[in-house]
């Protein structure tokens, strides 16, 4: 399903014969001086633009930035006063964006889903946590990064 939206959003864009190109290539042995001058200058372009990134960003390695590393992974919710462990809550925490961003997905059992996006800003040495719900969306929190 996804190969086929990714060569429908091709064929639009780049029509059909250049997407039958993309897909048989023409030999380098076979082409002429003019037609090799033509693809590297489409080729830098394509690098120059960044459209093509030889690399991937390093992403954020600071010390700082993994702070809440511990907090990554699949919870099972239950409140600190439940003695029985009654569990109410589902917890998914991941990393995204080269390790820059904690997104939590908070699956209660009742009650409303929601998402926290938290980012550590070193400008402010302090992470930020955005809490979204359905048309809820809690402003900013600010918290000074642990040192040590």
């Not at 076979?30 to 459209?51: V, Y």
Request: with cysteine.
């Amino acid at each position: 399903m996804m190969r086929v939206a990714i060569a429908a959003a091709a064929l639009v864009l780049c029509g059909a014969s250049a997407w039958a190109q993309q897909q048989h290539p023409t030999p380098v042995e076979s082409m002429s001086r003019q037609q090799l001058r033509e693809e590297l200058t489409r080729l830098r372009a394509l690098a120059q633009g960044r459209a093509v990134l030889p690399q991937r960003p390093a992403g954020c390695t600071a010390s700082e930035h993994r702070q809440f590393d511990f907090w990554l992974g699949e919870w099972d919710v239950s409140p600190s006063s439940a003695a029985s462990g009654a569990t109410i809550a589902e917890s998914s925490v991941t990393l995204a964006d080269q390790g820059c961003v904690i997104i939590e997905h908070w699956r209660p059992f009742g009650g409303a889903h929601g998402h926290s996006l938290n980012m550590y800003d070193p400008a402010t040495q302090a992470w930020h946590q955005t809490w979204m719900a359905g048309r809820l969306c809690a402003p900013s929190i600010a918290a000074p990064s642990r040192t040590g």
